[in-house]
């Protein structure tokens, strides 16, 4: 199991458990314009369920930002794992994709025809969660530890890499495989002491729920680590063909991002009004977060750094994990507004 199929399943198993949404406020779209020109419409493929990762997408549609850039956009949510295959084909024009996971495929004999065209988060906000009773307040103290794994190369070998940076022994880690769907149950009940989550997530849920927990930010441990999860992707005939389709897509989902930054709450109510099943409460802690974080430290949003991209897929190649150097491939800032 993938690392991003066990956190989807980790959203889609919290949003069951929660209400729907609620503090929501009406928001009209502003961008109807009678008389103007026929929209191009326009597929966006989500990594999986819609959560705030997503929330600039939704913003830009509600307040008509695609509009204005003469997009007609239906945002869909694809079956498991078939986002890639769905830009590559061209049935979908953008998609949500990972720098990680996207690895393999770059490194295949037949690698998909898709490039990453922004970063949605400036960082890597994924890390590791414990009770905090537990007392696992360092990579170090894994040891002796269950975790909750997927069984992924990758996976196991970022948390060796985050122990090692700290003196520990993965080796001493007890790893079960397993698939979490509630994160706070399953570290209740003791059914594991730690599960790889995102901070704007699940953290933020403990924090609704009140949950005392211990967080490790795999970001701060080693920057090698600090990879792009998640991005946009786009598909290489779409770059040939209409490059100023991906401009204008992205220059209105830039301004959805920056609004969510200057107004998390109101991006959160427009999320909601879209999504009406998840949960207010987590959407609004969750935006507390993610409106420091879509831009972070970063020059402005959706840039990928280049020492940051090749840094990490260099490590890749170096551990044994990928084939092929991959370095600088599979990125491209250009399309981004200047």
């Known amino acids: 199991m993938t690392f991003k199929k066990l956190v989807c399943l980790l959203s889609a198993g919290a949003m ?9 406020k009406g928001t009209e779209n502003t961008g109807a314009n009678d008389g103007a020109p026929e929209l191009r ?14 929330t600039g997408f939704y913003v830009a549609k509600e307040l008509g930002y695609y509009e204005e850039a003469g997009i007609d956009l239906d945002i869909v949510q694809p079956a498991e794992d078939s986002t890639y295959a769905l830009v590559a084909s061209g049935k979908a024009e953008f998609g949500v994709g990972f720098q990680d996971t996207i690895a393999a495929s770059y490194v295949s004999d037949t690698p998909m025809p ?83 989550v995102y901070e704007g997530w699940d953290v933020a849920k403990a924090k609704v729920d009140g949950f005392e927990y211990n967080y490790l930010d795999f970001a701060k441990s080693d920057p090698v680590l600090d990879y792009y999860s998640p ?42 009004k879209a999504v009406p099943e998840l949960d207010g409460d987590l959407v609004q802690e969750s935006m507390k977060f993610l409106a420091t974080a879509y831009v ?40 981004l507004p200047q």
């Open 231 to 272: 991005t946009i992707v786009t598909g290489d005939a779409l770059i040939e063909s209409d490059p100023d389709l991906i401009r204008a897509f992205l220059a209105a989902t830039k301004k959805g991002y920056d609004y969510c930054v200057d107004n998390p709450e109101e991006a959160g109510n427009i999320l909601c």
């Open 114 to 196: 898709i490039t990453n065209i922004a970063a949605i988060i400036n960082h890597n906000t994924s890390g590791i969660i414990s009770r905090k009773d537990k007392g696992i307040d360092s990579f170090a103290k894994l040891e002796g530890h269950t975790y909750a794994t997927w069984d992924s190369p990758i996976e196991q070998n970022v948390i060796k890499a985050a122990m090692a940076a700290e003196g520990g022994d993965f080796d001493k880690v007890d790893l079960v495989s397993t698939t979490v769907t509630d994160v706070m149950t399953a570290l209740s009940t003791d059914m594991i002491d730690t599960v790889w």
């Open 16 to 24: 069951l458990l929660m209400g729907g949404c609620n503090n929501t």
């Open 41 to 54: 419409k326009v597929t966006l493929a989500l990594d999986w369920t819609p959560n705030t990762n997503h």
């Open 296 to 335: 972070g430290d970063g020059e402005s949003w959706g840039y990928i750094d280049d020492a940051r991209w090749a840094g990490f897929y260099n490590w890749l190649y170096d551990n044994g994990l990928i084939e092929k150097e991959l370095g600088s491939f599979g990125y491209t800032n250009e399309f």
